[in-house]
């Protein structure tokens, strides 16, 4: 990474640099003002030092007032680069090293960024949802960029930070009020990518946003990627009784990789929506039944089993059931032990057949049905399966087509660190 392309990774620089070996802070525990004066010069920062608005001087009193200079040494101390020791703020000496070492200082500041959500969403009479669900909301927006290869616009990010950050909040407040809320929290929303883009992660266009060659690198972080040499198995998976084509993936999976975790892979290279309740059953004898903890269910809990502690060796096999009313059975095999390749993107759809069967379909002898229903134009329920799929013709449909590329791009934004 050329640090010329990231200039908050030179500011993060000069920033410690000029640190020395400490400076000492006010007793509230901010930069001193005249320190404050000396760094938005020396950073290039477009705060302002006492702004006058209106033909009036606002005089700056505290760094706090400064708030980009602020977001800089906050990044810095989440990133473990500064820490403040008896009243002094000073370098830490085991990071002294990142700062000649650009791409792992990156990273470092990258992996830091979702701690920052009270300095980047600045206190306001109205509290946006964002600053204190930060973390969350920040790791969907930058999952969904990663699974939309043209990006998105700011509105639908927008909307994607906002649901995610109501989920567990209830604001009791007239509609005028939720307006209110919502509109603070695609301000904030807005200051946070401003930011990733200053990070290099972002690349902005108008207002629709995309993720940069650096930006998909750092995803792969969040999602828990493996690193190069880290084993990885390579499986078929088979949607079992299917024909004409018979429906199956060929997917790379870290082997590590949880299986509640490998139950999203699978719903992404199939195709199905994950609307339904799933299963994963294991053992040459009787059946060991992973799945999501149910009181109901017979389950153990799929979050704390990994693949490969199931499937070992070449030719081992796991069982995979998705929606218990429709009963679509998958049989996964293991063709092949590898290890995670330099640039290589994981999880990964390398070759498959055959299109998903619609969801609530019947099963399979449901999907044969339907089939020989939509081929024939004559047939009493010809006209409503087509309405039901949302098809237009029967020629829209085709039960052979499969889109790799499409598939790949969706399974770049999918989880594979254990949940938390």
């Known amino acids: 990474m050329d640090t010329a392309e990231v200039r908050l990774v030179d500011q993060i620089i000069r920033f410690v640099g000029w640190l020395g070996e400490g400076r000492k802070l006010t007793q509230?525990?901010?930069?001193?003002?005249?320190?404050?004066?000396?760094?938005?010069?020396?950073?290039?920062?477009?705060?302002?030092?006492?702004?006058?608005?209106?033909?009036?001087?606002?005089?700056t009193k505290s760094s706090d007032d400064l708030p980009e200079l602020t977001t800089i040494l906050e990044w810095a101390k989440a990133s473990r680069l500064v820490r403040v020791n008896l009243g002094r703020l000073v370098p830490v000496k085991k990071s002294a090293a990142l700062l000649g070492r650009p791409d792992e200082l990156w990273t470092r500041l990258f992996d830091a960024f979702g701690q920052l959500g009270p300095v980047v969403c600045p206190e306001a009479w109205i509290e946006s949802i964002l600053r204190l669900t930060f973390a969350q909301c920040i790791d969907e927006v930058l999952r969904l960029l990663a699974s939309r290869e043209k990006g998105m616009p700011v509105d639908e990010?927008?909307?994607?930070?906002?649901?995610?950050?109501?989920?567990?909040?209830?604001?009791?407040?007239?509609?005028?009020?939720?307006?209110?809320?919502?509109?603070?929290?695609?301000?904030?929303?807005?200051?946070a990518l401003d930011w990733l883009h200053r990070l290099g992660v972002l690349r902005a266009d108008g207002d629709r946003y995309t993720l940069t060659d650096l930006g998909r690198r750092g995803v792969d972080r969040l999602r828990g990627a493996p690193d190069p040499g880290a084993p990885v198995l390579r499986l078929r998976v088979t949607l079992t009784d299917t024909h004409d084509p018979e429906v199956w993936r060929r997917i790379l999976v870290p082997a590590a990789i949880p299986l509640n975790r490998l139950h999203e892979v699978i719903q992404v290279a199939m195709g199905w929506q994950n609307y339904h309740l799933h299963e994963f059953t294991a053992g040459t004898g009787p059946d060991v039944v992973y799945g999501r903890p149910d009181p109901e269910l017979p389950h153990l809990d799929d979050r704390a089993?990994?693949?490969?502690?199931?499937?070992?060796?070449?030719?081992?096999?796991?069982?995979?059931?998705?929606?218990?009313?429709?009963?679509?059975?998958?049989?996964?095999?293991?063709?092949?032990?590898?290890?995670?390749?330099?640039?290589?993107?994981?999880?990964?759809?390398?070759?498959?057949?055959?299109?998903?069967?619609?969801?609530?379909?019947?099963?399979?002898?449901?999907y044969e049905e339907l089939r020989l229903i939509l081929i024939d134009p004559d047939n009493d329920e010809h006209d409503d399966r087509l309405r039901w799929?949302?098809?237009?013709?029967?020629?829209?449909?085709?039960?052979?087509?499969?889109?790799?590329?499409?598939?790949?791009?969706?399974l770049a934004a999918v989880r594979i660190r254990p949940s938390t």
């Open 157 to 191: 990010l927008g909307e994607a930070a906002w649901r995610v950050g109501m989920t567990g909040y209830v604001i009791d407040g007239t509609p005028e009020q939720v307006e209110r809320a919502r509109q603070a929290n695609d301000r904030d929303l807005q200051i």
């Open 28 to 59: 509230t525990g901010r930069l001193r003002l005249a320190d404050a004066r000396e760094l938005v010069e020396l950073l290039g920062t477009a705060d302002r030092i006492d702004p006058q608005i209106g033909g009036r001087v606002f005089r």
């Open 389 to 410: 799929l949302g098809l237009t013709t029967a020629a829209d449909f085709n039960p052979a087509s499969l889109d790799l590329h499409d598939i790949n791009v969706k």
């Open 305 to 366: 089993v990994t693949l490969a502690t199931v499937v070992a060796e070449h030719g081992d096999r796991l069982g995979y059931t998705y929606d218990f009313g429709d009963y679509w059975r998958h049989e996964i095999t293991v063709e092949l032990h590898t290890t995670a390749k330099v640039n290589e993107t994981y999880p990964a759809c390398t070759a498959g057949e055959g299109a998903c069967p619609p969801e609530d379909c019947g099963g399979t002898s449901g």
